[in-house]
C-alpha cells in the first residue's frame, strides 16, 4: 500500500503520522467555525500530528425534516475557504449529489462519501474525476469486504487517492458495534484506513427525531483503532456537545481533544508505526 498525498506534506499511509480528520458535525457559523479550527489546528500542531478539519455544509441524512443542516453549498463552502486561506488548514467535508463534486473540489482537499451513500456509482464517479482524495465512509449495512466494490469504482473512474473510514456496524436496532478486523481487512485492498471514534458510538434514531449517542465510549475505541492498525483518526468535536447543533451526543469535547491526540500518538509509536 502506497501513502496517500492529502495536501503538501500531509500523507496517509505507511511511514507517515496518523492523520487526524476533526471538527464539528455541521458548520453552525462562521465565528464558530473558524474558532474551533483555529483550536484543533493548535492542539495538533502542539502534538506534532497533521490535522484536516472536517465540517459538513449540509447534512442531508438528519433523522427529522425540523433538524438543522447547515449553511448549505455555496455559504458553507465560502466559510471553509475562510478556515483555509487564514489558517492554512487542509479540509474535508461531505458530498450528497454528484453535482457537488465540481462545485466543492475548488475549496476542499479531501471529498468524503457518507457511510449511507457510500455505494452511489454515480457519486463515486463524480469524486474520482475530481483528482481529489475520496475518503469513503463504509456503509454500516456493509462488511468490511464489500469495501473493495467501492474502491474498484472510484478506481474504474481514474480516482487513485483513496481513504477508507471503519465507522461500526448496524447491530441490533439503534446500536452500532466496530469489528476491527475490517482495519486490516480494508488495508488489503490498498487504501489507507481511518478509523471514526465518534460515529461508532452513535445510537441512530435513539431519541427519535434525533440520534443519541455513548459519548463516553469514545477515547476508547479511538485507542483500541490506533492499537488495531488504524492509519488515521476521524473525530467530531464540539466545545459543549449538549449545545451542539447536530451530534452532539457522540461528539468530543473540546478540552479532551489533545490528551486523546497525545494518546494516540503514543499508541501509534508502541504498535511500531514509524514516520
Known amino acids: 500500500?502506497?501513502?496517500?498525498?492529502?495536501?503538501?506534506?500531509?500523507?496517509?499511509?505507511?511511514?507517515?503520522?496518523?492523520?487526524?480528520?476533526?471538527?464539528?458535525?455541521?458548520?453552525?457559523?462562521?465565528?464558530?467555525?473558524?474558532?474551533?479550527?483555529?483550536?484543533?489546528?493548535?492542539?495538533?500542531?502542539?502534538?506534532?500530528?497533521?490535522?484536516?478539519?472536517?465540517?459538513?455544509?449540509?447534512?442531508?441524512?438528519?433523522?427529522?425534516?425540523?433538524?438543522?443542516?447547515?449553511?448549505?453549498?455555496?455559504?458553507?463552502?465560502?466559510?471553509?475557504?475562510?478556515?483555509?486561506?487564514?489558517?492554512?488548514?487542509?479540509?474535508?467535508?461531505?458530498?450528497?449529489?454528484?453535482?457537488?463534486?465540481?462545485?466543492?473540489?475548488?475549496?476542499?482537499?479531501?471529498?468524503?462519501?457518507?457511510?449511507?451513500?457510500?455505494?452511489?456509482?454515480?457519486?463515486?464517479?463524480?469524486?474520482?474525476?475530481?483528482?481529489?482524495?475520496?475518503?469513503?465512509?463504509?456503509?454500516?449495512?456493509?462488511?468490511?469486504?464489500?469495501?473493495?466494490?467501492?474502491?474498484?469504482?472510484i478506481r474504474s473512474a481514474g480516482g487513485s487517492r483513496i481513504l477508507l473510514t471503519e465507522r461500526g456496524t448496524t447491530f441490533g436496532y439503534q446500536n452500532l458495534v466496530v469489528d476491527f478486523r475490517s482495519i486490516p481487512v480494508m488495508q488489503s485492498f490498498g487504501c489507507p484506513v481511518i478509523f471514526d471514534a465518534t460515529h461508532s458510538v452513535q445510537r441512530p434514531g435513539a431519541e427519535g427525531s434525533r440520534s443519541g449517542g455513548d459519548g463516553e465510549f469514545i477515547e476508547t475505541l479511538a485507542r483500541a483503532g490506533m492499537a488495531a492498525g488504524a492509519d488515521g483518526l476521524f473525530v467530531e468535536v464540539h466545545e459543549n456537545p449538549q449545545a451542539a447543533l447536530s451530534d452532539g451526543a457522540n461528539a468530543l469535547p473540546l478540552p479532551r481533544f489533545r490528551g486523546l491526540l497525545e494518546d494516540i500518538r503514543r499508541i501509534a509509536e508502541a504498535v511500531g508505526r514509524r514516520w
Not at 462545485?103 to 452511489?120: E, K, T, V
Open 1 to 153: 500500500m502506497e501513502p496517500v498525498s492529502i495536501a503538501p506534506a500531509i500523507h496517509a499511509g505507511p511511514g507517515c503520522p496518523p492523520l487526524v480528520i476533526a471538527g464539528p458535525c455541521v458548520i453552525e457559523g462562521e465565528a464558530h467555525c473558524l474558532s474551533l479550527a483555529a483550536a484543533l489546528h493548535e492542539a495538533a500542531r502542539q502534538v506534532g500530528l497533521p490535522l484536516v478539519f472536517k465540517a459538513s455544509f449540509d447534512k442531508a441524512n438528519r433523522s427529522s425534516i425540523q433538524s438543522f443542516r447547515g449553511p448549505g453549498l455555496q455559504e458553507g463552502l465560502r466559510i471553509l475557504g475562510r478556515v483555509k486561506q487564514e489558517m492554512g488548514i487542509p479540509l474535508l467535508s461531505d458530498i450528497h449529489e454528484p453535482s457537488q463534486a465540481a462545485s466543492a473540489s475548488p475549496i476542499l482537499d479531501i471529498l468524503q462519501i457518507p457511510a449511507f451513500l457510500c455505494r452511489q456509482t454515480d457519486l463515486l464517479v463524480a469524486a474520482a474525476v475530481t483528482g481529489l482524495p475520496v475518503n469513503v465512509k463504509k456503509g454500516q449495512f456493509l462488511s468490511p469486504w464489500e469495501t473493495k466494490n467501492i474502491v474498484d469504482k
